[in-house]
């Protein structure tokens, strides 16, 4: 299963970016779907995700408020708005799909994973 994820780049601080995830329906239209980032040197972590239905979503703490994660399941596609981007969240971003229709903070709970886009924030 291949997840395209697209809408990363160079911004400054204060911008804001919005990002693409391409699921296939078969594996992602009854699933949770989440976005993870991985700053170099660490470890990747969860930003967000999405219930199957949109109708619940999860946030970590150092991004609510500033994101929103959305899908759009016409085009099997789900996105995550960043704004007032920061520094910090410079990282490689990652969008997976859930084993569930209902999945949170954990990265054992995603079965595929997307080959990431680069998010660059300069201050």
């Known amino acids: 299963v291949q997840l395209q994820a697209s809408g990363g780049g160079l911004v400054q601080a204060g911008d804001s970016l919005r990002l693409s995830c391409v699921a296939p329906r078969r594996t992602s239209s009854n699933n949770a779907m989440g976005w993870f980032r991985q700053a170099p040197g660490k470890e990747r972590e969860f930003v967000a995700s999405?219930?199957?239905?949109?109708?619940?979503?999860v946030y970590a703490d150092n991004v609510q408020g500033r994101f929103t994660i959305s899908r759009d399941f016409a085009k099997s596609t789900v996105y995550l708005q960043m704004n007032s981007l920061k520094p910090e969240d410079t990282a490689v971003y990652y969008c997976a799909v859930s084993r569930s229709s209902y999945s949170g903070r954990e990265m054992t709970s995603y079965n595929y994973w997307g080959q990431g886009t680069q998010v660059t924030v300069s201050s």
């Open positions: 999405i219930s199957w239905n949109g109708g619940s979503t």
